[in-house]
């Protein structure tokens, strides 16, 4: 299920683009495997995804 977050656009907004095509990602697995809401997915995503480009060192 891909899905743009279209209610979560500010918090996309905000965050460089590599890190939020990795938030989307992340946050569709979190749906489809974990049963997240999309609220909660897009918030522990964001968070991943701006732990996985730290660690890139980005």
């Known amino acids: 299920m891909d899905w743009m977050f279209e209610d979560f656009k500010t918090d996309l907004?905000?965050?460089n683009p590599t890190v939020r095509e990795k938030a989307?990602?992340?946050a569709n697995k979190l749906i489809e495997q974990d049963h997240f809401s999309k609220e909660?997915?897009?918030t522990e995503a964001i968070v991943r995804?701006?732990?996985w480009f730290y660690d890139l060192g980005g």
Do not use: M, Q
């Open 13 to 15: 907004d905000k965050l």
């Open 24 to 26: 989307i990602e992340i």
């Open 40 to 42: 909660k997915a897009i």
């Open 49 to 51: 995804a701006e732990e």
